[in-house]
């Protein structure tokens, strides 16, 4: 048996960003949010399936990329990515239980997908039987969970990934590779983005469409508000901290991403006031009512000043290339 007492993951609405910043912490790396939604990309993305609702939009896309910024910040990511269908799945399970028992008993965090609910989860330990973790829903889920059923889900996906130490890059280096990332991923880049899926205006046009024509899945939509806002919110923040260290290079351009990217997060903060998660698990009409158009109404003008945001990065990049 082994545990890591220490590690947990950090709250958050993308939960493979809180359990990234999690085993961060435990690594005493510790960069703050902000810095490591914005060093990966992620704070600048949005993904959105073609019906304009559907939960998986946060986690269904490409992620290499994603984890190859986080060298960027100190971090690399090594591990497994498996499919039920696959005829060797039973291998693959018992590989991802050598991964992780390997990594724990060295003191290395790791990282896990759907312990309990489809999100990210931090495994923090191990015995006989399985693997111990926190995230969403964990005290939900079964503790330890057995390492032979993970995976076996609807989805059916089998991800097991070890958190090791590196040696970070120069900033500029970190802000031009994410936002050149976050960039090509919303211009809707095959490379990064799912045939069914959408990115960057396309994907908000989908949403708008979504909810206002009423065929928005409720909780898709709330959940989506959830997490992109708080996307756009982390996203300031590390453009605020990229300022402060790369002081004099593009300080205007800074500044005007920074006011539109506020006013993203500004109006996306609407949204979620409008369609809390938690309160938007029974159904409820979307569509043609008040409460619905103005949640259009919001995400048109987070579209719109998304749209000036993007410019000031390129911008941005232009001036510290």
Known sequence: MKRLSNLAWTPAWTSVVGCIHGALNYLDIKPSLGWLFGGTGHGFIINMSQDGSCPSGPTAWKTSKFYELGRNLGFRIEGLFAEKHQPDWKDNQQKGWDIARTSLDQDLPVLGWELAVPEWYVVNGYDEVGYYYDGPGAERGPSPKPWDELGNSEIGLLEILSVKPTESSQDQILVKEALDFSIAFNNGSTEWVLSDY????????????????????????????????????????????????????????????????????????????????????????????????????????????????????????????
């Not at 899945?217 to 709330?222: C, D, E, K």
């Not at 809390?276 to 409460?291: A, S």
């Open 198 to 321: 959408l990115a960057g205006q396309d994907a908000y046009q989908a949403w708008i469409d979504a909810v206002r024509s009423g065929k928005a899945i409720l909780m898709g939509h709330a959940y989506n508000a959830a997490v992109w806002e708080e996307c756009r919110r982390n996203a300031v923040i590390f453009l605020r901290e990229a300022k402060k260290r790369l002081p004099g290079v593009v300080d205007n351009a800074f500044e005007s991403a920074i006011r539109s990217y506020s006013e993203v997060a500004k109006q996306l903060k609407d949204v979620t006031e409008l369609y809390p998660f938690f309160e938007n698990t029974r159904e409820e009409p979307l569509g043609e009512n008040p409460k619905s158009q103005k949640a259009v109404k919001h995400l048109q003008a987070a579209k719109e000043a998304e749209k000036k945001g993007a410019e000031f990065l390129e911008e941005i990049l232009e001036g510290i290339s």
